[in-house]
Every structure is written in C-alpha cells, then in structure tokens.
C-alpha cells in the first residue's frame, strides 16, 4: 500500500510516521509513505496556494488549482484501486470499518486542508470521498491524515507481528463493541487487583469473562454502539 499526502507542511509527517508499526512497516517496505508539498504546484513567485472566499467571509481557501494538478501529476490516470480522500470537518466519519475498507486500495491520497478550508470544488470534483476524523474543528488536515495512514497501515498484511491481535480490537466487526478490559503484572497494584478469573486459566470462563465485561464497558462509554 502507498501512502500519498499532499500537503503545505510536508514536515510535520516526520513525526507521526517515525515511531511504532507504521515506522517498522516503512523500513520493511511492506508500506510507501510519500510526502508531497502543495507548493511545487504552484506557478508564482510567492507560491501561494489559498485565496479569499467568494461572497466574503472569514480567512482564505485552498485554491483548487494547485490541488487538481497535483494529483493529477502524482496519478496521470487514476485507476479504481487508487482513492483521493479531502479531509473535512465536514465529511462523514470516519470509523473501523472504513480502515478495513481503505485498505483495500493499491494507493491512496489524502488532501489536507488549512485555513478555513478547501474550494469546495475539490469535494466535488477531485476527491473519491470526503472523510472528518471527529465532531472538533482541527487547524489542519495533516493530524487527520496521520490518524487515518495510521488505522489503516496497522492492518495491512504482516504490519502487525500477530495478525490475529486485530480480531477482537474495538470496533471490530466481529465484535462491533469495546474491547474488553485487560491487565498486566502485578496481580496486586497498591490493593487494587487483578480480576480472579483472569489468574485461574479456564480458558472459557475467561472468554465469558472477557464478553462481559466488553459488552458493559461498551454500555457504559459508548452505548450507541449496541443500538
Ligand atoms: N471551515 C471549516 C469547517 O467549519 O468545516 C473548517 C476548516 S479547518 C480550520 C481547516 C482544515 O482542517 C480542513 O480543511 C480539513 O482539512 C482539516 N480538518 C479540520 N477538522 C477536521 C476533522 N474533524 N476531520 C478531518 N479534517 C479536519
């Protein structure tokens, strides 16, 4: 899978992707991060790549531009195994079912925005879809890009050590809950204890044990989930 970002900080990816599986899943070439500054698309001297809004109103817009021939120079002909994602305050959300979605594609691209946005006509026209991260405004869309190269990397083939480990995750559509609480040594942190089940190694009264307690952390923090 290949990662694309365009965007007007290049720098900023230096950080997200340097640490963890998706660094490791770089090294091992089992995923491409490329890195694209919007400004090498512009033609003036200041490259400038936003301009003020029609009708009026608050701060600038990302010029659409600079934006088409950038994606149209990184894919000269888009095939349907590549996607262009807009990040967006106001795209639908993105959850667990959407990384397992993405993942099927050879390439994606996401656009980040800035300012107080992008010129709509990149939704229209250039994006496959738009995606928000959360019910917040962020100041850009580079946090939203690394949040969601991140979900969708961790579950490519041979990213994570143990495939399997992805199974039970929240929000897995196996589970479509919670994952369930878990503990490490030791057993006894100033009084407070691990759960007794989880010591004595019956391994289906630990299950049960595991889909309780699931099911009643997802009621109590995320209970939309089970409607
Ligand atoms: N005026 C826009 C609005 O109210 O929807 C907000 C623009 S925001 C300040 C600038 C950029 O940050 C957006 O173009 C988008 O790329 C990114 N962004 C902000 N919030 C986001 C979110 N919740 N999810 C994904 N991207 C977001």
Same mark, same amino acid.
């Not at 290049?10 to 992707?17: K, L, M, T, Y």
């Not at 400038?48 to 009026?56: A, E, K, L, M, Q």
């Not at 039970?168 to 009084?191: I, K």
């Given at each position: 899978?290949?990662?694309?970002?365009?965007?007007?900080?290049?720098?900023?990816?230096?950080g997200?992707?340097?640490?963890?599986?998706?660094?490791?899943?770089?090294?091992?070439?089992?995923?491409?991060?490329?890195?694209h500054?919007?400004?090498?698309?512009?033609?003036?001297?200041?490259k400038?790549?936003?301009?003020?809004?029609?009708?009026?109103?608050?701060?600038?817009?990302?010029?659409?531009? +600079?934006?088409?021939d950038?994606?149209e120079?990184?894919? +000269?002909?888009?095939?349907?195994?590549?996607?262009?994602?807009?990040?967006?305050?106001?795209?639908?959300?993105?959850r667990?079912?959407?990384?397992?979605?993405?993942?099927?594609?050879?390439?994606?691209?996401f656009?980040?925005?800035r300012?107080?946005?992008?010129?709509?006509?990149?939704? @229209?026209? $250039?994006?496959?879809?738009?995606l928000s991260?959360?019910?917040?405004?962020?100041?850009?869309?580079?946090?939203?890009?690394a949040?969601?190269?991140?979900?969708v990397?961790r $579950?490519?083939?041979?990213?994570?050590?143990?495939?399997?480990?992805?199974?039970r995750?929240?929000?897995t559509?196996?589970? @479509?809950?919670?994952?369930?609480?878990?503990?490490?040594?030791?057993?006894?942190f100033?009084?407070?204890?691990? +759960?007794?089940?989880?010591?004595g190694?019956?391994?289906?009264?630990?299950?049960?044990?595991?889909?309780?307690?699931?099911?009643a952390?997802?009621l109590?923090?995320?209970p939309?989930l089970?409607?």
């Amino acid at each position: 899978m290949t990662f694309h970002i365009v965007t007007i900080f290049p720098e900023f990816f230096a950080g997200p992707f340097a640490h963890g599986v998706v660094a490791k899943a770089a090294e091992a070439d089992l995923i491409r991060i490329a890195v694209h500054n919007l400004r090498d698309w512009t033609h003036d001297r200041h490259k400038t790549v936003d301009d003020r809004p029609f009708g009026g109103g608050e701060g600038m817009l990302l010029k659409p531009a +600079p934006l088409f021939d950038a994606v149209e120079s990184i894919w +000269p002909a888009r095939t349907p195994r590549q996607r262009v994602i807009l990040l967006s305050a106001q795209g639908p959300l993105f959850r667990q079912t959407d990384a397992v979605r993405l993942g099927q594609y050879d390439e994606l691209l996401f656009i980040c925005g800035r300012y107080e946005g992008v010129d709509e006509r990149v939704a @229209e026209h $250039l994006a496959d879809e738009e995606l928000s991260i959360g019910d917040y405004v962020l100041s850009g869309g580079e946090l939203a890009a690394a949040v969601v190269i991140d979900a969708v990397a961790r $579950l490519m083939p041979g990213v994570l050590g143990n495939a399997d480990s992805t199974l039970r995750e929240s929000f897995t559509a196996e589970a @479509e809950m919670l994952d369930c609480p878990q503990y490490t040594r030791p057993a006894d942190f100033r009084g407070w204890k691990v +759960p007794e089940v989880l010591l004595g190694g019956n391994h289906a009264e630990i299950e049960r044990w595991r889909q309780a307690t699931a099911r009643a952390k997802t009621l109590r923090n995320r209970p939309d989930l089970l409607r």
